[in-house]
């Protein structure tokens, strides 16, 4: 029987807001290393950690109590200038912190939190007396080591695709909430490695708390542990948190699309009977057109309900980079910005892991030690950087630090050295390609296995999530400058502007954003250069791409009409058939029936089934005049 038998809802109210309360802590007390004097920071976090004993109190749990009695007493101390803040006594609050997160993670099991460690209890207690701290006490700083590299890769496994065939029923169901056929499922790989290095287990300073129901997320494993790095409960969030002015948004939308749907039905009755002037059918076409814009207006706000600001997200690392750098014995500092884009929260929660080793990775190979750069006439503090920006459809997220860089000519070596690639693909790789290598399981230019690193295990996970989210992952680096991590999401969820064109009988979207104009083609103006299909357009050679060759149809007759098209860095002219329109559509996402080159589905006004393509993903797939195999349109 659970420990908080009737108690649930509370319990989980609690951990939800003592969540976000330790998040602004763990924030705060990085910025009171920096900023030890800083009275108002220090007040901010005796508030906070009162909050959280009060919530803890009322829930009886006793050692939690007991723990942030004595970690507000020493924040007591500290605001009222009896201690004063050394490295020594950081660590000291730091493993309190982290074991109280700790404690969380049990909470969420519904279970009382076992006792902290007693080296951290004698060690605040030797705080507020003033006393000489015992060595080991503060171990709780450090970053945890990752989880184990079976778990990670485990977790980095991607599902089998279910075939690039489209099973049109499954798709329909999907599309209109009806249960998806057997057949449409995709079969879930559970294969692993044959050999895998087993991960030492590290010291545990308390008795671990009982196994969850569900399997943690290997980055979220990595966060927590004896780091005291923040880390989300063990059971994935189900609420959200929605602004009231949002709400009233939607309430007010709902009041008029029920007062407008109320006077179409009273033009209706008057049609039934009779009246078909034009003065009842224009008032019918005024009404239409009212209702047309409340529902695009009700769409949108709806939307918004389910975005989040990054910065939610963003506010974990600080904590992890600080642990992370002072177990290293690096001197790293993370900024944040764009913390105030906003996305999708289910995108939110499945971003945590990635950004997890790529924060971890940028403090550990990205930068220096202080000796190296000071060698190379680089200040002791190193950068680096994490933001956040919208662009048109896409959120990019980058990762940065100004530390040493990779050599692509490394990565390569090292990719043979561990069998990755043979030396003649090696050879035939330019830098742009070699530094792509990394993100390949099993690669790691370690030598050596530590704690933190050196399996090679990490990157591939990055990838693989990213490419879950129909994202992608970019790198540039300079060797001696610094490298650059870019993730590109698209906004999925959001409803998006697309042209509606037509190959056959099926209906595909693009997105809007891409497309620049529309125009006839002739096929006396097509031309071949260097083999490949080209049209002059005001001067300009732009590529022929066949929508039909890139989704592998046969093209029953030619093309009659181009989209001349911006993607990336390139522009081209997609053949299609016709046109049916502009449209604004919500992309429903295919999890387990997705073929590629395919963003999500949709339904037109008639009920037929609209393929949102994912131009990107196409181009980069099919070559532009090789015939495809992406998929085959059922009879």
Known sequence: MSDFAGMEELLQDFLLEAGELLGQVDNKLVDLEKRP????????????????????????????????????NLFDKLRNGELNLSPELMDVIMAATGTVREMFNELSSHVQPQPADPAIIANLEAALAGQALTAGGGQGTAAPAPASPAAEVAAAAPAEPAGDDINWDALHAVLTGGPVPQQAAAPTSTSAPATVPAEAPAPASRPAPPAPAAVE???????????GAPQQSLQKETTIRVDTVRLDQVLNLSGEIGLTKNRISNIKSQIM??????????????????????????????????????????????????????????????????????????????????????????????????????????????????????????????ISDDGKGMRPDMIRSKAVEKGIIDADTANTLDDRQSLQLIFLPGF?????????????????????????????????????????????LPLTLAILPVLVVRLNEQSFAVPLSMVREII?????????????????????????????????????????????????????ILAVDGFVGRD???????????PKGIAGATLSGDGSIVLVLDMEELLTTIPSDTPGSLFTKAN
């Open 273 to 398: 009977h009779g009246r078909t002037d034009g003065e009842t059918l224009k008032t019918l076409d005024m009404a239409v057109n009212q209702l047309d814009l409340l529902v695009s207006d009700l769409q949108n706000a709806v939307m918004k309900t389910r975005m989040q600001p990054i910065g939610r997200l963003f506010q974990k690392y600080p904590r992890l980079a600080r642990d992370l750098a002072r177990q290293l014995g690096k001197d790293v500092e993370l900024i944040l910005s764009g913390e105030e884009t906003e996305l999708d929260k289910t995108m939110i929660e499945d971003l945590n892991d990635p950004l997890v080793h790529l924060v971890r990775n940028a403090v550990d190979h990205g930068i220096e030690s202080v000796e190296e750069r000071s060698a190379s006439g680089k200040s002791a503090k190193a950068i680096v950087s994490l933001s956040a920006s919208q662009m048109g459809d896409h959120i990019y997220i980058e």
């Open 520 to 572: 006839p083609m002739k096929q006396n103006e097509i031309q071949r250069v260097s083999g490949r299909a080209t049209m002059i357009v005001r001067e300009e050679v732009l590529p022929v791409r066949a929508l039909a060759t890139l989704v592998g149809w046969e093209q029953k007759h030619a093309p009659a009409y181009g989209v001349l098209m911006q993607a990336a860095n390139m522009t081209f």
């Open 217 to 227: 997320p290997a980055g979220r494993a990595a966060m927590g542990g004896g780091g």
């Open 584 to 594: 604004d559509v919500v992309i429903k996402p295919l999890a387990d029936i997705k």
């Open 37 to 72: 004097n800083d009275k108002d920071l220090l007040n901010d976090i005796f508030r906070g950690f009162h909050t959280i004993k009060g919530g803890a109190g009322f829930l009886n749990v006793e050692n939690l109590v007991s723990l942030c009695h004595r970690t507000e």
């Open 444 to 488: 790691s230019t370690k030598d050596q296995i530590s704690s933190v690193s050196g399996r090679g295990v990490g990157m591939d996970v990055v990838k693989t999530n990213i490419t879950r989210l129909n994202g992608k992952i970019d790198v540039i680096s300079v060797p001696g400058q610094g490298s650059t991590f870019t993730i590109s």
